[in-house]
């Protein structure tokens, strides 16, 4: 694969593992990224009942992750996120929902509102015959499950290494990592957030949208149980959203996520206790009841950053690395889990166009073995073309939610609450908004 006159940065020294298809980053989408292709990959040879060993699978992939999960982990931290209806359909598909279930809190309930006016809604998993929403995850505990399921698969795991350069040759990607090991890949898929080294070494344009808000994250107790009901209130300020959590020695739990002016999410992030949830007390209300104790608070600027071309020879980036969203609708996993489905379903139809057989699988000395270049500018193409109308239409409406719920220009504040309230008084109006909260859309 590697031509030693093509790359000038390949060591001639050390040996070079070639494999097909190199993830760098193992957060979110780069590990169910990995889980899914080992899955397309193994169940393929299952139906062709190749022999293989550990190692063997005639896609080899490799993933490169920084860190272990822990709370230090940027991927994995003390964040909680909401994973649509439609994303856990796409999860189980991919085997992996089965292992994740233990760790979610279903949302039976989502109540909309707009603080100091008169709109609101509410969207209930009954009205639409399901048994939830959505379901919240703690990422850190879903980040030690993901990396322990990456450990027992055939997956080369490079973990904790780093990428320390990375090189482009005519038939393959040449990645270095901070141990010198160096690998040669048919393609390389960036998964390594809105910071992308990969992006940064091929210099590749980022768009930033800034939304001149900061988020503050936190997880809430409250005095009464959540009952399994979402919270998202649009203030002056930007919009406070709250998600239920499991119970944690017993104490009911919320995840906060709290848009504001920088100067004053730097004021409540180090806020004593009392204060903070005063000032929260006071923006929220009482609908969910009364907030008695906050843990660990953390903060970081609202940006919309997204590449206009999330892809490069023989490269695909995607999840943050491609897009990364304003959380007011909690979009963020789950488009970028379209994006996952998305290139495996891609690099599937590839495998099936080649009329994969036994023998196409393997080489002449019955290895098994992939016939597909799955790095052809032919599959990175493809999966641009499919995915371009759906990140458009997720980052346009956000965007939209943003600017039209975050000030008090009276035709816009009258706009939106009649809107609320139309949800309110005609009930099949909600069917397409729920839809699109549920991740109900085409990859």
Not at 59 to 73: G, R, V
Not at 239 to 247: H, V
Request: with cysteine; glycine share 8%; aromatic share 8%.
């Amino acid at each position: 694969m590697v031509n030693p006159n093509e790359c000038a940065g390949l060591a001639t020294t050390a040996e070079v593992n070639e494999v097909d298809i190199a993830i760098v980053g193992g957060a979110m989408a780069g590990a169910t990224l990995a889980l899914g292709l080992a899955q397309l990959v193994q169940k393929q040879v299952e139906e062709l009942k190749l022999a293989t060993s550990k190692g063997s699978l005639p896609l080899k992939i490799a993933l490169i992750e920084t860190h272990k999960p822990s709370n230090e982990h940027p991927g994995f931290d003390a964040r909680s996120i909401a994973i649509s209806h439609g994303s856990i359909f796409q999860l189980e598909q991919l085997g992996l929902w089965q292992q994740l279930e233990s760790l979610a809190t279903p949302i039976s309930n989502i109540h909309v509102s707009d603080r100091g006016h008169f709109g609101m809604t509410e969207l209930n998993s009954e009205s639409f015959h399901l048994p939830y929403l959505g379901q919240v995850v703690e990422l850190e505990a879903v980040g030690n499950k993901l990396f322990s399921l990456l450990e027992k698969s055939d997956i080369a795991l490079y973990c904790p290494n780093k990428l320390q350069s990375i090189e482009a040759c005519r038939d393959s990607q040449l990645l270095t990592l901070e141990d010198g090991q160096q690998i040669a890949a048919k393609l390389v898929v960036a998964a390594d957030g809105v910071n992308s080294k990969v992006r940064q070494a091929f210099k590749q344009p980022l768009e930033q949208v800034d939304f001149g808000q900061s988020a503050i994250i936190a997880n809430i107790h409250t005095e009464q149980p959540h009952e399994g009901w979402a919270y998202e209130r649009f203030t002056q300020t930007g919009p406070l959203a709250l998600l239920p959590m499991a119970d944690c020695n017993g104490e009911s739990r919320l995840s906060l996520v709290w848009a504001l002016p920088p100067d004053e999410a730097e004021h409540l992030l180090s806020a004593p206790k009392r204060e903070f949830i005063d000032k929260l007390q006071q923006a929220f209300g009482y609908r969910a009841g009364r907030f008695i104790d906050i843990g660990n608070r953390f903060s970081y600027p609202l940006l919309l950053s997204y590449m206009p071309r999330p892809i490069y020879h023989r490269t695909v980036f995607l999840g943050n690395a491609a897009q990364t969203l304003h959380p007011i609708a909690g979009q963020g996993f789950n488009l970028g889990l379209r994006d996952v489905m998305c290139l495996i379903d891609v690099i599937q139809q590839e495998l099936a166009k080649a009329q994969l057989s036994k023998q196409a699988l393997t080489n002449v000395d019955g290895e098994p073995q992939s016939a597909v270049d799955v790095g052809s500018a032919a599959l990175t193409h493809a999966y641009l073309e499919r995915r371009k109308a759906d990140r458009q239409s997720t980052m346009n409406n956000i965007e939209f939610l943003v600017r039209g719920f975050s000030n008090d220009y009276w035709p816009l504040v009258i706009g939106r609450n009649l809107g609320l309230r139309l949800l309110s008084w005609f009930p099949p109006l909600k069917t397409p908004v729920a839809q699109k909260a549920m991740g109900w859309v085409k990859s």
